[in-house]
């Protein structure tokens, strides 16, 4: 199973944009890649996933290396509704997830 | 969609007790996983199902944890004896598991566990 690295805790002001890198450099070639995130006392929340190329939603965009061992959810305008931890994980054949630690996002008005 | 109910929110029991938690997916999601997630922790996968067979099991998941989902729909993890260490929050996600094998998970929000 593929593990991802991500840094601890980030830190963005209210609408600026906001690039969360995560690294997985072990991820298999059919293995895509998922971002959910996690308010306190909540379930993680989908937020975007991709398998090679970038993707885009409402909520955030995904952008993956050409090599897919690292990739960048962007948060186009920070809000602080987007407070939260963000975890980028990966998912295998049968749509398990292995979650990593996570980023801690803080945003400040 | 009423999505992933999860019950009951919080469970408190004395080590040794056995303890059941069910999971109500979101109607007609053919998968359905278990998760325990620990302070600071990112979810840590346990088991999931296809319909009512269990899949596979994490070698996180001791001889005391058994799940169930009979009839393919809701789901139930017990807990048997248990110890201080299995004090967690425990997540029930589900997805529709149809055509690509990427869909999303559902999260419910979790049933948090305190052994004292």
């Known amino acids: 199973d593929a593990k991802t690295t991500q840094p601890n805790s980030m830190e963005s002001n209210e609408e600026e944009p906001v690039h969360l890198p995560c690294n997985h450099s072990?991820?298999?070639?059919?293995?895509?890649i998922h971002w959910y995130r996690q308010l306190p006392s909540q379930g993680p929340e989908y937020v975007i996933h991709?398998?090679?190329s970038n993707v885009n939603n409402r909520m955030a965009s995904l952008a993956i290396a050409e090599d897919r061992k690292s990739s960048t959810l962007i948060l186009h305008r920070a809000t602080l509704r987007d407070a939260a931890v963000y975890y980028c994980?990966?998912?295998?054949?049968?749509?398990?997830?292995?979650f990593g630690a996570g980023t801690q996002v803080v945003v400040t008005p | 969609d009423t999505g992933v109910s999860q019950n009951p929110r919080h469970k408190i029991t004395k080590r040794g007790q056995n303890v059941t938690f069910r999971c109500d997916p979101i109607s007609e999601h053919n998968r359905l996983y278990w998760y325990r997630q620990t302070l600071g922790q990112g979810p840590e996968f346990l088991t999931y199902f296809q319909n009512e067979a269990q899949l596979e099991k994490s070698r996180l998941l001791s001889d005391r944890f058994s799940a169930e989902r009979p009839k393919g729909s809701f789901s139930t993890l017990e807990i048997q004896r248990t110890e201080q260490g299995d004090s967690a929050m425990y997540l029930c996600a589900s997805s529709t598991g149809q055509g690509s094998y990427n869909s999303p998970l559902h999260f419910g929000n979790g049933t948090r566990l305190t052994v004292t």
């Open positions: 991709g398998l090679t």
């Open positions: 994980t990966t998912s295998d054949s049968w749509g398990k997830l292995q």
């Open positions: 072990t991820i298999s070639g059919t293995d895509y």
